[in-house]
């Protein structure tokens, strides 16, 4: 068999998206476009109670109006009331912590789900929240990471503490490396809490057939297959009666298509009904019920050597969990213990990290969990370590970069967590990425403006490295299918989440096939179209799915030859497969599309243990008004090597996307409780995202020199490189234009009053100094 | 009660209860789900509707408001059947959008700045859609995106 090559035309090349063809029509299919005959609808009632223990709920009221279907609380659920199951280090001793799909006796943070409404309009069961009488015991509030820490009021009695959980990642021997060091800094930083925030609200379409015995979900997305056999497991059905649907969607980020309680409330809504339920949130809830993300401080020591070169890093880091440990809580605090140290060669590492409870919405991930945080939490100690020891950090960086001769250079190794923790950076040259970096921001020639003060502005630089873990195993299924018509239908397990995939895996399949790109169909986004399927996190889609339909291209070719031998009346072996045709070696020739009623398809999964590992730098000039505190961000600039790069055109759109929720994460958005628990930041005018004209200036250079050795496309995950590196690289700015006023910068975001307080601060140090 | 729109050009009459926003109407009563909803609080901007001309929030306006005006939404800039219109064809080279959700409002508000302002340069671009938000982009591509179809809109002008 032979396929002819003409050479790989569409992998590499910016093809147009096929997305793009209904979303700028208004033809998106978003969960809400969506209905069914007889539809109800549901609203959530919840908690507006940060801690308390629920005395009574008492519906009668509400199940007198007019509509009124069902008033669903833990009392009907029958039974145990399900948890939301951990997907992401499902560690059994943190079981205990799960989420309950909807309080039972205890209420602990505001957005829990204590009451289900089931109505003939959404109006009417929004309506309805208002006449459920919850009677709820206020309990002590745990609102901050310190009073969590007391344990004098405990969210789960149980568990004896609100220390859900404590990991460590270690190399070498720190304590032996801080002894005798030359420079040793203690460094107080930290994150504040913020979130994914796609712009679709979350919304689920449940469908219960009776007859027939299935239960059709629509609005699934990310994990389809995983939350499938959760959903099934919790209302006793079988697996393959439950379908999920992932409908097209308004950004995930990490955060949707988690399991959420929703996710099995609204399915059984329909299941007792035995009705279409619909429910979609509005923005108040979705900033309630969605995973928080990124609450952390660090107080990190650094040693090093007068010439700069980085002997340990030691420290704790502590995190505010909020209430429940849900499926992927304890990704990011894993996370910030074995990848703080990024793309720098640190021999000695100790990092504690403790995740503590308290009266909030639970976090989970947001992209580049942990790795955002552990950046800024080095990119600072490394900035502050070079003044200290007055050298450029620029040299120090490029002193302590691993090399490419280290490669494959191992991260820190984990404490008592999951199977597969070990991991190491794959391929590359660092040095490269950087160094272009600086080239293309003009380094040195900014840095000449570093720490001046221009028309009442000061300006200020900063450049740093990251290293984007990408490829989670551990399998990904592609299938590839001739239809009837000629065309190949593609269906993959991964999910698309707003990322571009249709086009993307259409690219690699028609280019394995020597297709045109417009034979190709992608179908994604089912339990239906494959065995199993994993998902989209941790920026795998591309690598785990393109691997998959690379794999599974070669069975299928096998099969087209063998069919056409058998019509041809030659041997398998000597046919060419060449423009939809297959050819023997006398010139006759059939079109691929009359073998089709031989069931031409073949299925293959494609397997992975190792993490791929794109790299790459940041560059930032900022200029701070010490009058209002507002920073403006006049050049950044990235560089990243991913590998191999299947479509530009989109992958630079999620580079310049990233960057910017980063400059929102470090300037902008804040998720602020008071100290009675409640959430103050609950609509779109409190919580601050970057609009059109914040960031006008924004450059990102992709490379794909260094091909990961880890999957035959070579790809590393791509998609979180953008924002890791932007709260140090950007925030070292901001500390390096304010140099002159002794301005330590140790907390996110920089808010403009943030900005201007600090100044303050510092004026009056120096004034009560003088 | 009883109201009168044109929508995307053909008269239409809905019956609508008085509480109704125009978003509500257009997405559930008259199947124009193009029109999306992110804030209901008019802070996001994507379920941006022209009225009259006029680029509005429909989850700030009532149905009854609609009475009699105008109303064009993100499926009447390019009737289905017909080539994409020069900012559907610069968002699509531009890739100036990722999810698709904040497209309609996108395209909605950029249509009528450019219908009125076809020179709109670069900063009045932005100033303007700083009035929706795009979690996916970053926003510059969509900028690009509009600067570009905006030469189509002058030459339109200048035809008309
Ligand atoms: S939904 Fe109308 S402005 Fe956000
Ligand atoms: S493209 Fe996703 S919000 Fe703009």
Redesign the interface.
């Known amino acids: 068999m032979a396929t002819a090559k003409k050479g790989n035309r569409l992998i590499g090349a910016p093809v147009?998206?096929v997305?793009?063809l209904?979303?700028?029509?208004?033809?998106?299919?978003?969960v809400?476009?969506q209905?069914l005959p007889n539809q109800v609808y549901a609203a959530i009632l919840r908690s507006s109670v940060p801690h308390g223990r629920i005395r009574g709920i008492d519906k009668s009221e509400a199940l007198k109006m007019p509509g009124v279907h069902a008033v669903i609380t833990a009392a009907d659920i029958g039974g145990e009331v399900p948890v939301i199951p951990i997907r992401l280090q499902p560690l059994p001793e943190v079981f205990p912590l799960r989420q309950p799909v909807i309080a039972v006796d205890r209420v602990r943070y505001v957005g829990e789900p204590v009451a289900v409404v089931i109505a003939d309009t959404p109006?009417l069961a929004e309506d309805a929240l208002e006449f459920v009488e919850v009677d709820i015991e206020p309990l002590p509030v745990v609102a901050s990471r310190k009073t969590s820490a007391t344990d004098a009021s405990l969210l789960f009695p149980e568990y004896k503490t609100n220390l859900a959980k404590k990991f460590t990642g270690l190399k070498g021997d720190a304590a032996a490396a801080f002894e005798g060091a030359h420079y040793i800094k203690k460094q107080r930083l930290s994150v504040q809490r913020h979130m994914a925030?796609?712009?679709?609200?979350r919304g689920l379409l449940a469908d219960w057939r009776k007859d027939i015995k299935r239960l059709t979900v629509y609005g699934a997305g990310k994990v389809l297959f995983f939350n499938r056999r959760a959903v099934a497991q919790m209302l006793g059905l079988e697996e393959n009666s439950v379908e999920l649907v992932e409908n097209?969607?308004?950004?995930?980020?990490g955060a949707r298509g988690e399991f959420y309680p929703e996710d099995f409330l609204i399915p059984f809504s329909s299941y007792s009904l035995g009705r279409p339920v619909k429910w979609n949130e509005?923005?108040r809830e979705n900033l309630s019920a969605m995973n928080h993300a990124r609450e952390m401080e660090a107080e990190y020591e650094i040693a090093c050597d007068a010439d700069g070169t980085i002997r340990g890093i030691r420290g704790h880091v502590d995190v505010d969990n909020g209430a429940y440990i849900r499926s992927n809580g304890l990704t990011p605090p894993r996370n910030v213990a074995q990848f703080t140290t990024g793309p720098y060669r640190i021999p000695n590492i100790h990092i504690d990290v403790s995740v503590r409870l308290t009266n909030k919405t639970p976090c989970g991930t947001y992209r580049a969990p942990g790795r955002f945080e552990g950046s800024f939490f080095i990119e600072r100690m490394i900035e502050i370590a070079a003044r200290d020891l007055g050298l450029d950090p620029v040299e120090m960086r490029r002193k302590n970069l691993v090399t490419v001769d280290e490669m494959p250079y191992p991260m820190a190794t984990m404490q008592h967590i999951d199977p597969y923790t070990d991991t190491e950076c794959d391929s590359g040259n660092f040095h490269i990425t950087f160094d272009r970096c600086l080239k293309e921001f003009g380094w040195d020639e900014k840095v000449k403006l570093q720490g001046r003060n221009i028309d009442g502005r000061y300006h200020g630089v900063a450049a740093g490295c990251f290293i984007e873990g990408g490829a989670a195993g551990p399998r990904e299924s592609a299938r590839l299918k001739l239809e009837s018509d000629g065309t190949i239908s593609v269906f993959v397990g991964s999910s698309a989440?707003?990322?571009?995939l249709e086009t993307v895996m259409g690219q690699i399949a028609a280019d394995m096939l020597a297709v045109p790109f417009e034979r190709v169909r992608v179908f994604h986004g089912s339990t239906s179209y494959v065995r199993e399927g994993f998902g989209s996190y941790h920026s795998r889609s591309t690598v785990m799915g393109g691997s998959a339909i690379l794999l599974a291209s070669a069975p299928f070719k096998e099969k087209l030859c063998k069919a056409a031998a058998r019509r041809l009346n030659v041997s398998e072996q000597e046919i060419t497969l060449i423009d939809e045709r297959a050819v023997a070696p006398n010139g006759a020739s059939i079109e691929w599309k009359a073998l089709a009623s031989d069931d031409i398809s073949a299925e293959e999964s494609f397997t992975n243990t190792k993490h791929t590992y794109a790299y790459g730098a940041h560059c930032c000039h900022v200029a701070v008004d010490p009058g209002t505190g507002h920073v403006e961000v006049l050049d950044y600039v990235t560089v990243e090597d991913v590998g191999k790069i299947i479509n530009p055109?989109?992958l630079?759109?999620?580079v310049?996307?990233?960057?910017?929720?980063g400059l929102g994460s470090t300037f902008m958005e804040h998720l602020i409780y008071n100290e009675d628990g409640q959430l103050l930041t609950g609509?779109?005018?409190d919580y601050v995202?970057?609009?059109?004209?914040?960031?006008?200036v924004?450059r990102g250079i992709t490379l794909d020199d260094y091909p990961s050795p880890n999957n035959p496309l070579g790809a590393k995950g791509a998609g979180e490189g953008g924002i890791i590196a932007v709260g140090g690289v950007a925030s070292n700015a901001v500390a390096n234009a304010l140099s002159s006023l002794q301005v330590e910068i140790e907390e996110l975001p920089l808010t403009p009053p943030a900005v201007w307080a600090s100044i303050e601060k510092q004026r009056l140090v120096e004034g009560t100094k003088n | 009660m009883q109201i009168r729109m044109t929508l995307n050009r053909e008269p239409l009459e809905v019956e609508v209860m008085p509480r109704v926003t125009l978003a509500d109407c257009l997405r559930h009563q008259l199947g124009k789900t193009g029109t999306h909803l992110a804030c209901e609080h008019g802070v996001c901007g994507a379920c941006t509707v022209i009225v009259n001309g006029q680029a509005v929030r429909s989850c700030l306006m009532l149905a009854v408001q609609a009475n009699g005006a105008e109303v064009v939404t993100v499926e009447g800039l390019t009737p289905d059947d017909e080539e994409f219109g020069p900012l559907q064809q610069a968002f699509r080279k531009h890739n100036a959008l990722q999810c698709g959700f904040c497209t309609s409002g996108m395209l909605t508000t950029a249509h009528a700045l450019l219908t009125a302002e076809p020179d709109a340069d670069h900063e009045r671009i932005r100033s303007v859609i700083a009035g929706n938000i795009c979690r996916c982009t970053g926003y510059l591509s969509i900028v690009d995106a509009i600067h570009e179809a905006g030469e189509s809109y002058r030459a339109n002008k200048e035809r008309a």
């Open positions: 147009e998206r997305e793009d209904r979303f700028l029509r208004g033809k998106g299919n978003y809400d476009d209905s109006g925030l796609p712009m679709e609200p097209d969607i308004g950004g995930g980020f509005d923005r989440v707003g990322q571009g055109l989109t630079h759109g999620q310049i996307g990233a960057i910017v929720q609509s779109l005018a995202v970057p609009l059109a004209d914040d960031y006008p924004i």
